[in-house]
């Protein structure tokens, strides 16, 4: 198994808005009729509703990575496009989003849909090398901390 994988190439395409879509379907509660009951997303205006402590009731977080630009289209418009759309729609749901560009050029199109995507330009990680992505992930588990998985 470990050979086929490092027999893989290191380039070719990919499908970002896959990903990112990917990612708010496990967060939205429009999904629920396939996750198994304890696995349903809750409600959106949860995440409006304060607890005693005034904290949100709830977060819903989603963090996207990417190590190269994306450029594989699927029905309709490019994935860059389609990635930036989902990402938009995700933020008026109230979802926080942290992104990550792995070793991609600044300023390329690639790192500018990351930037868009971020809750804000901090939610936004460049990383350059493997010490800079474990940084990057370190820095974004530090701000979720206080997050819960289950009740």
């Known amino acids: 198994m470990e050979s086929a994988i490092n027999g893989m190439p290191t380039s070719g395409y990919t499908a970002g808005h896959l990903g990112t879509a990917w990612s708010w379907y496990l967060l939205s509660p429009k999904w629920n009729s396939v996750w198994p009951s304890a696995s349903k997303p809750k409600a959106y205006n949860l995440l409006t509703e304060l607890n005693e402590n005034g904290q949100p009731k709830l977060r819903k977080i989603a963090i996207l990575m990417t190590d190269g630009e994306y450029n594989e289209e699927h029905s309709g418009d490019d994935s860059t496009t389609q990635a930036r759309a989902i990402c938009v729609e995700m933020k008026k749901k109230g979802l926080t989003l942290y992104t990550v560009g792995f070793a991609i050029s600044a300023g390329g199109e690639a790192a500018t849909t990351?930037?868009?995507?971020?809750?804000?330009?901090?939610?936004?990680?460049?990383?350059?090398?493997?010490?800079?992505?474990?940084?990057?992930?370190?820095?974004?588990?530090?701000?979720?901390?206080?997050?819960?998985?289950?009740?």
């Open 114 to 151: 990351m930037a868009q995507c971020a809750t804000s330009p901090e939610h936004y990680y460049s990383a350059g090398d493997g010490d800079a992505l474990r940084a990057a992930f370190r820095d974004i588990a530090l701000k979720i901390s206080t997050l819960r998985i289950s009740e």
